[in-house]
C-alpha cells in the first residue's frame, strides 16, 4: 500500500517548456488535489476533482490544467511553463465527505519544479 | 472570503520549552484539522477538532478548539528535536472536500 506517490520528484524546465506531474493513489480514494507550496504562503490549491472524469479549479488554476481519466490518477499540465510556477507541487487524495466535516487528506512526497 | 491566520509565522524554541501556536478564523468553523510537515518533507494529519471547546492530546502534544469555534491552538510541551516542522491548521471551505490552509507556524528548536 503505497499511499499517495507522485512522479517526477524534481524536475528543471525552460521557459516555456510543458510539462505533466503524475499523481497515483492506491485508496480508492474519490477526491483528488493538487496544491503547489511557495515560502511563506502555505499550500495553496490549484485543481481538484471529486470523481473520475471530473476537475474543478481551486485558488490558483492559471496557467495549469489536469485531467482525471482514471479513478486512481490525477494528472497536473504545464503547457507553458513560466518561472512564477517554480514551486513544490504536491498531490493529495480523501476520502467522500460531506462539506462540513472534510476527510483527513493524504499527500504525496512532492515534486520540485525550477522554472529557469 | 473566509480567512485563516496563524500566529506566530516562526517560532524559535530551546529544547525543553513549551510553547503555543495559534490558528484564528474569520468565520465560525464546523471543524479544524491540523497538519505537520517535517523539513523536505510532505504535510501529515495530526488531528480533527469537532465540538465547541473541545481539547485533545497526543503525547507533548495539545490541541484546542475554542469555544466560539473561531480559534484553535495547538500547545507543545517540553519541545524537542523531533518538533521540529511547520503546524498548519486547515479549515473546512464552502465545497464539498476542500480544506483552506493557513501559512504554517515554522518551528526550530535549537539543541
Known amino acids: 500500500n503505497a499511499g499517495v506517490t507522485q512522479t517526477p520528484k524534481f524536475r528543471v524546465l525552460k521557459t516555456g517548456q510543458s510539462m505533466t506531474l503524475l499523481c497515483a493513489q492506491d485508496?480508492?480514494?474519490?477526491?483528488m488535489y493538487w496544491y503547489r507550496q511557495d515560502p511563506g504562503m502555505g499550500l495553496r490549491l490549484i485543481h481538484y476533482?471529486?470523481?473520475?472524469?471530473?476537475?474543478a479549479k481551486g485558488e490558483v488554476p492559471d496557467g495549469y490544467n489536469v485531467s482525471r481519466l482514471k479513478k486512481q490518477n490525477f494528472l497536473l499540465g504545464l503547457e507553458s511553463a513560466a518561472p512564477s510556477q517554480t514551486s513544490v507541487y504536491f498531490c493529495?487524495?480523501?476520502?467522500?465527505?460531506?462539506?462540513?466535516?472534510?476527510?483527513?487528506?493524504?499527500f504525496g512526497p512532492g515534486t520540485r519544479l525550477l522554472v529557469l | 472570503g473566509q480567512q485563516v491566520m496563524q500566529i506566530p509565522q516562526y517560532q524559535h524554541v530551546q529544547e525543553g520549552e513549551d510553547f503555543t501556536t495559534y490558528c484564528n478564523s474569520s468565520t465560525t468553523l464546523s471543524n479544524i484539522q491540523w497538519y505537520k510537515q517535517r523539513p523536505g518533507g510532505h504535510p501529515v494529519f495530526l488531528i480533527q477538532?469537532?465540538?465547541?471547546?473541545e481539547v485533545k492530546k497526543q503525547k507533548r502534544l495539545t490541541f484546542q478548539f475554542g469555544e466560539a469555534k473561531k480559534n484553535s491552538s495547538l500547545h507543545i510541551t517540553a519541545t524537542q528535536t523531533t518538533d521540529v516542522g511547520t503546524y498548519f491548521c486547515a479549515v473546512p471551505t464552502d465545497s464539498w472536500g476542500k480544506l483552506q490552509f493557513g501559512a504554517g507556524t515554522q518551528v526550530v528548536v535549537t539543541p
Open positions: 493529495a487524495s480523501s476520502g467522500t465527505s460531506g462539506v462540513l466535516y472534510p476527510e483527513t487528506q493524504y
Open positions: 477538532l469537532v465540538k465547541s471547546g
Open positions: 476533482s471529486v470523481g473520475e472524469g471530473t476537475t
Open positions: 485508496m480508492n480514494h474519490e477526491y
